[in-house]
């Protein structure tokens, strides 16, 4: 747990560092996914780096730069060809003594199907092609196509107006204009938290809309709820809420859809980060908090939650499991994460979770190298052993045996005096299933050799 502290005293000293490079050629990247059509999302994709970083040529009295940039954008679960964007954004100015804290701000948008995918971002001064900077990010595009009621992604923003219909305005939508913030920074320079939101499908004549500040902590900070009425297939939810009296740190906005009762039914959530020199950091406070919510999960949504604990199901006992099935709402999902993990952790005395650390290492070199075309490497055979039981101390591969289908021995030597599995590749697709072992508890099947006969 000292690592949460740790991290959120690291924010402050990156966030006062960089506030001294303005002319550093700083990206930021945010993304949000709103409905559409029948089997496609609405994702728009936010961004803004400092005018300082340009290099800018005078010409009639103006000042004139660019930046070109560059977005890949690669769905994770299918192998297909990405999605590719080149565009030029101008720049024009009237001086350029001050810009320190001036902010180019933009969006884009993509139509995509629904799945997880990985956008990566290049952004170059035109005139210094050397001064550039990119991101990835991953994000999940969600369906919108059930019949309940649902949130959209939510989108964060550093100003909401009533606003014209203009088909030039690229931050106009829905009778508004939101000004988006991709750095996800509040605080001292931006006091007000503001967001947008798309509720579908409300399903009560009355019903409430409850915005809720988390912090890293798991501590309500502000609560604010708001009464509505009508059925609606779509409407647009904002509101702006006072941050001025919070710490510098992680926080989650927490948006819900629930009944007059105050039963909350539905809900969307989105990590930001705040920065107030001038407010104390809540460290007693924090420390006593018993439902603390690790850094790890403040900024998944709900979906990433559920798959979340959906490779860690491995190693969570039938009471757990249970546990998890009743669970609505990715608050509600969060705490019981972070307990999960904390019950797990070998010394609680360290800066570190070992459990969770050596569990994430597993999941990454099972997705590295058991994935195949229609599975994850996690969701595997090979990968659910890895992810149990670690590394084997032994394997054995047979791939082009001419009497036998390609198969795996792996050996564990330290457990239950040594143990053996036997993967075997029934189709020739690299897609090894458990065929027999002799652990216990586990499938056995000593004639396995029948079964691995000549293709």
Same mark, same amino acid.
């Given at each position: 747990m000292k690592t949460l502290l740790f991290c959120l005293l690291a924010f402050a000293s990156v966030l006062h560092a960089t506030a001294q490079e303005a002319d550093r050629f700083r990206l930021n990247l945010d993304i949000a996914s709103f409905r559409f059509g029948k089997d496609t999302s609405f994702v728009e994709m936010y961004y803004s780096f400092p005018r300082a970083a340009l290099l800018y040529t005078q010409e009639n009295g103006l000042f004139y730069g660019s930046t070109i940039m560059h977005a890949v954008v690669r769905k994770q679960d299918k192998d297909i060809d990405p999605y590719l964007r080149t565009w030029r954004v101008p720049v024009h100015l009237s001086d350029t003594t001050d810009l320190s804290q001036e902010t180019l701000i933009g969006r884009i948008h993509f139509v995509l199907e629904p799945g997880r995918y990985k956008f990566a971002v290049i952004a170059r001064d035109e005139a210094r092609p050397e001064k550039y900077d990119s991101l990835e990010i991953n994000h999940e595009v969600r369906a919108f196509t059930q019949r309940g009621v649902q949130f959209s992604d939510i989108q964060l923003a550093s100003s909401i107006e009533r606003a014209e219909a203009d088909p030039n305005n690229i931050f106009y939508k829905n009778t508004l204009e939101v000004i988006p913030n991709p750095t996800l920074l509040y605080g001292k320079q931006l006091p007000n938290l503001i967001y947008y939101a798309e509720l579908y499908n409300a399903e009560d004549q009355h019903f409430i809309v409850n915005s809720e500040v988390v912090s890293s902590f798991g501590k309500t900070m502000i609560s604010d709820e708001q009464a509505r009425s009508g059925k609606h297939p779509s409407r647009v939810e904002t509101a702006s809420l006072n941050i001025e009296s919070l710490s510098t740190g992680v926080y989650t906005l927490i948006v819900s859809y629930g009944d007059t009762t105050g039963q909350m039914k539905v809900? %969307?959530?989105?990590?930001?980060?705040?920065?107030?020199?001038?407010?104390?950091?809540?460290?007693?406070?924090?420390?006593?908090?018993?439902?603390? /919510?690790? =850094? +790890?999960?403040?900024?998944?949504?709900?979906?990433?939650?559920?798959?979340?604990?959906? %490779?860690?199901?491995? @190693?969570?006992?039938?009471?757990? !499991? &249970?546990?998890?099935?009743?669970?609505?709402?990715?608050?509600?999902?969060?705490?019981?994460?972070?307990?999960?993990?904390?019950?797990?952790?070998?010394?609680?005395?360290?800066? @570190?979770?070992?459990?969770?650390?050596?569990?994430?290492?597993?999941?990454?070199?099972?997705?590295?190298?058991?994935?195949?075309?229609? !599975?994850?490497?996690?969701?595997?055979?090979?990968? *659910?052993?890895? =992810?149990?039981?670690?590394?084997?101390?032994? @394997?054995?591969?047979?791939?082009?045996?001419?009497?036998?289908?390609?198969?795996?021995?792996? *050996?564990?030597?330290? /457990?239950?005096? &040594?143990?053996?599995? /036997?993967?075997?590749?029934?189709?020739?697709?690299?897609?090894?299933?458990?065929?027999?072992?002799?652990?216990?508890? +586990? @499938?056995?099947?000593?004639?396995?050799? *029948?079964?691995?006969?000549?293709?």
């Open positions: 809900s %969307q959530s989105k990590a930001f980060y705040v920065y107030n020199p001038d407010v104390p950091l809540d460290t007693v406070s924090a420390m006593a908090v018993a439902d603390l /919510i690790a =850094m +790890e999960f403040a900024a998944m949504g709900e979906a990433e939650l559920d798959e979340h604990f959906a %490779q860690a199901a491995y @190693i969570a006992t039938n009471n757990e !499991r &249970g546990i998890w099935r009743s669970l609505s709402g990715s608050e509600s999902k969060k705490k019981f994460l972070t307990k999960f993990w904390r019950d797990r952790d070998p010394d609680d005395s360290t800066p @570190i979770n070992e459990a969770y650390n050596e569990y994430m290492h597993r999941l990454v070199v099972c997705n590295e190298q058991f994935r195949t075309p229609y !599975r994850k490497g996690w969701r595997s055979d090979r990968g *659910r052993v890895y =992810m149990l039981y670690g590394p084997p101390d032994y @394997i054995e591969r047979k791939t082009s045996e001419s009497d036998m289908k390609p198969h795996e021995i792996w *050996r564990y030597d330290y /457990i239950e005096g &040594g143990v053996d599995f /036997i993967f075997l590749d029934r189709g020739g697709f690299n897609d090894y299933e458990l065929v027999h072992s002799t652990k216990r508890n +586990e @499938i056995a099947n000593p004639n396995w050799e *029948r079964t691995a006969g000549t293709r």
